[in-house]
């Protein structure tokens, strides 16, 4: 370095300003080889002053290989072995984020390295660096499972009243997998296509009876209760088909037309009795249970409001509540329902239909 000595003065004046410049133009100084030792005259610095190129020969400087992707600088490396082992990792890393289980993936980057010396500073100033990005394009297969829904198969019985249902099999989902090959590109989904299909197990049909057999008034029973609402009946005591397979405890009662025209609508008491139950029931929604001399319980549920209280003594077709859509209901109308007890006392529904009066004159609608 004693060939510098002379210029050391305007090397420091000029430092900073160079240092700057370096850190913009990040450009190898030169291609000298690794045993370049610096020695001014023999290096070519193009248009830069003598006093700059004296500069730059007296920084520190290394030799690595640079690695460019798509013409933008990736950083510095010890050598082009460690420069692709960088890239080999890097590229990893991207599969690695991609979290799928690849088949298989491709680059498509054009990667350059250029070896040389280059200032420490200009090295050091690359670290920092993101690395750029890498494009590829990863393929890989996904398998995705499908619910095969059920069919609902009806069949006539003629043992059975018309109206009734019964289910004669529960029905069961089936399941199937499909499998695809999906093309990520950039992150984005590139393609996907159906490779391959099974059927893990197939759909059982549900199967109900409904009944075709006349409706006569049952012998030993003799109606006592009005139905509650001058509408149509849109749901009969019985298994049916709503909201997953289920057993109906009561009379749906709504409005002739629509469901809409009955909201608000009086509640009229079936029969005689005392209210045990006037509010809310998980279910029922906002109910009135009345007890009747005979010992029976006569519900009216999903009401918009109440309009009597536990204790009032009530007569046949007095006001109870109005009509709503509360608790677990699909539409404006009144659940109807009729409880007798059992030996041991407890209650359970039975079909309210025998009981209630003219019945069978409102109209239907389903
Ligand atoms: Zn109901």
Not at 55 to 78: H, N, P, Q, R, W
Not at 104 to 121: D, I
């Amino acid at each position: 370095m004693k060939s510098n000595f002379p210029l050391k003065a305007a090397a420091l004046i000029c430092c900073a300003v160079i240092m700057i410049s370096f850190a913009a133009a990040a450009l190898p100084l030169s291609q000298r080889g690794a045993e370049g030792a610096a020695e001014v005259p023999e290096y070519d610095y193009g248009p830069l002053k003598a006093e700059q190129n004296a500069v730059i020969a007296s920084e520190a400087t290394e030799y690595a290989c640079a690695m460019y992707i798509d013409g933008v600088l990736a950083g510095y490396y010890k050598d082009v072995t460690a420069a692709k082992e960088e890239l080999e990792h890097q590229k990893s890393l991207l599969l690695e984020q991609s979290g799928v289980d690849y088949i298989s993936a491709s680059f498509s980057n054009n990667v350059t390295f250029k070896s040389g010396s280059y200032a420490v500073s200009q090295i050091e100033a690359a670290e920092s660096r993101a690395f750029p990005e890498l494009s590829a394009e990863i393929r890989y297969y996904e398998t995705v499972g499908y619910t095969l829904d059920y069919e609902v198969e009806y069949r006539d019985n003629a043992e059975l009243y018309y109206g009734r249902e019964k289910t004669v099999s529960e029905g069961r989902d089936g399941y199937s997998e499909t499998t695809y090959l999906v093309v990520l590109s950039g992150g984005k989904e590139l393609s996907r296509t159906a490779v391959a299909e099974n059927i893990v197990t197939e759909p059982v049909n549900c199967v109900i009876e409904r009944g075709v057999k006349a409706k006569k008034p049952s012998a030993d029973v003799t109606p006592i209760f009005i139905v509650p609402y001058d509408g149509a009946i849109t749901s009969e005591y019985g298994t049916r088909y709503l909201m997953g397979n289920s057993f109906h405890k009561g009379v749906d009662i709504s409005g002739v037309k629509s469901s809409s025209e009955c909201y608000g609508a009086e509640i009229h008491a079936g029969g005689d009795g005392v209210v045990i139950q006037a509010g809310w029931m998980d279910g029922f929604g906002y109910v009135v249970i009345i007890e009747h001399a005979n010992g029976m319980h006569s519900y009216y549920a999903h009401q918009k409001q109440v309009a009597c209280s536990v204790g009032d003594v009530v007569k046949q077709g007095d006001v109870i509540g109005y009509i709503g859509s509360s608790g677990r209901s699909t539409g404006p109308h009144v659940h109807f329902e009729l409880r007798v007890p059992d030996e041991n006392g407890k209650y359970y529904a039975i079909d309210p239909e025998p009981y209630l009066i003219d019945y069978d004159s409102y109209p239907h609608r389903g």
